[in-house]
């Protein structure tokens, strides 16, 4: 083995650091072999033993947070100052919280120019922002809780989330809160017993129960369309209900016939989608993630920002890429632009529209 992380046969060798769970998800036959076509060896880490047993690498990815791991990763990393991570862990950890993950939006938002030739259908300009929201702290009392929300103007309806969005248990967990009353309910341990604090209260925007997943792995971008939450929410959707607040079951779990009556939305402008990628990608200094992006419904005043004309919701680290088609070529086309040092091409969107939580069928490319 090259000290570069080459093998002796000239390969490049990338490591993935992922917990088990993932790991098995991600990290399959199909990929490995395809790696192995284009002269990449795709090498799992064990997240356990040292990194020294286990590189070098010319390329290592990860998504473990474990203190011992860190720490693990910035001895190697000194000492193999060639190798690239993906990503630092300096950029990770904003979007390991959801008080500051949508940070890159900031008080202004983002604005995105068409480029020429770009769709006009929604002219020559569009605007990007991220809802309202404020944190609840486990030691919040009523009356700080109340203030925060009018210092903020937010009213019911609330989507409360945890604060972490790190993985722990509990992190997607979601809560709908109704009424004031709920936020008072919430902070003095009287609301749905599978809900705690600390908890981010963002401000609900209707959308029609249908949102846009952007998925990046550097300069590849894929949209998938997916059912989303809609107040009233169907009672087979609801996990719990007490006083104000209810909590609501994943997404991807379900049960109505949610997907099949949300508002039918023409696609986002490729132009867009494909520049707020990129523009998130800078801003956050990271290449592998992905965005809930809605379409704010008419006549919201006071919930939409700016009056933007789109709204980032979630930010999420290293997501569940496998479940895209085709996801391992996209992954090997991501790598070799990583290894090659090639100049990246313009960022191809993958367009992938399903009403599913799993995409189902794939357009064509841009």
């Not at 020559?124 to 700080?144: G, K, L, T, W, Y």
């Not at 939450?229 to 109505?256: K, M």
């Not at 490729?270 to 006549?299: I, T």
């Amino acid at each position: 083995m090259s000290v570069d992380g080459r093998d002796h046969n000239g390969r490049h060798v990338v490591g993935i650091a992922l917990l088990p769970a993932k790991a098995k998800k991600h990290l399959g036959p199909k990929l490995i072999e395809k790696a192995a076509e284009m002269g990449i060896e795709i090498r799992p880490v064990h997240v356990g033993r040292p990194l020294e047993e286990q590189g070098p690498f010319d390329v290592l990815l990860h998504k473990v947070r474990r203190k011992e791991w860190e720490e693990e990763l910035v001895r190697y990393s000194a000492k193999h100052p060639s190798m690239r991570i993906i990503d630092s862990m300096e950029a990770i950890r904003p979007i390991m919280s959801r008080l500051s993950m949508l940070a890159p939006f900031g008080d202004h938002g983002i604005h995105l120019k068409r480029p020429p030739g770009g769709d006009d259908r929604e002219g020559d300009e569009i605007s990007v922002a991220a809802p309202q929201q404020i944190s609840i702290s486990e030691d919040c009392s009523r009356e700080e809780a109340k203030r925060l929300l009018c210092q903020a103007n937010m009213k019911p309806p609330l989507l409360a989330k945890p604060l972490w969005a790190d993985g722990r248990d509990g992190a997607h967990g979601l809560a709908v809160i109704h009424e004031v009353d709920g936020v008072e309910q919430l902070v003095s341990g009287e609301g749905p017993s599978d809900f705690r604090l600390p908890a981010t209260l963002q401000q609900y925007v209707e959308h029609g129960g249908c949102l846009f997943k952007v998925f990046v792995m550097g300069p590849i971008v894929v949209m998938a369309r997916r059912p989303s939450l809609n107040i009233p929410v169907p009672p087979e959707d609801v996990q719990d209900e007490l006083g104000h607040i209810q909590t609501i079951a994943r997404i991807s779990s379900f049960q109505s016939e949610m997907a099949g009556t949300a508002v039918l939305q023409g696609d986002p402008p490729q132009w867009m989608v494909q520049g707020l990628a990129q523009e998130l990608r800078k801003r956050l200094r990271l290449n592998l993630f992905n965005f809930d992006l809605l379409r704010p419904s008419a006549n919201q005043p006071g919930r939409v920002p700016r009056d933007a004309d789109y709204m980032v919701i979630d930010i999420n680290y290293f997501p569940g890429f496998e479940k895209l088609p085709n996801y391992e070529t996209m992954m090997v086309d991501f790598l070799s632009t990583l290894l090659h040092k090639r100049r990246e091409a313009p960022p191809a969107l993958k367009k992938l529209m399903s009403f599913s939580q799993k995409p189902v069928s794939r357009g064509s490319s841009a």
